[in-house]
């Protein structure tokens, strides 16, 4: 006699109290936090001084510089597939603070 399969509960539309954070997702050792950690690091006053002011609000630089440096970590060099993995990837929506330029 063949045993009956036992499944594991699956429920896409299952609410929770608290949707998790992002810091929770990614783990202590992966290497988008060595990234981060790195580019917090760096002093990147020159790169904010070439910013001019007026017109719209610009994405922070030490942001965009994290993000590609981690892009080009992973061999992601075009800026449609970075466009893609900041929807996509939690690594990038986390590394970005969900900003997605």
């Known amino acids: 006699m063949k045993a009956k399969a036992v499944f ?13 954070s992002y810091d929770d997702l ?5 290497p988008v936090r060595i990234v981060n950690t790195i580019i917090d ?3 990147i006053a020159d790169l904010e ?6 017109g719209t609000s610009s994405y922070h630089p ?7 440096i ?10 449609r597939k970075i466009e893609q993995a900041l929807q996509e990837n939690i690594h990038f929506m986390w590394l970005s603070g969900q900003s997605k330029p």
């Open 8 to 20: 594991k509960t699956y429920d896409q539309s299952q609410l929770s109290l608290l949707p998790p």
């Open 26 to 30: 990614v783990p202590a050792h992966h």
């Open 41 to 43: 690091q760096i002093d």
């Open 49 to 54: 001084r070439s910013y001019k002011g007026g």
């Open 62 to 68: 030490r942001m965009l510089l994290k993000v590609t």
């Open 70 to 79: 981690y892009a080009y970590l992973r061999n992601m060099y075009s800026s």
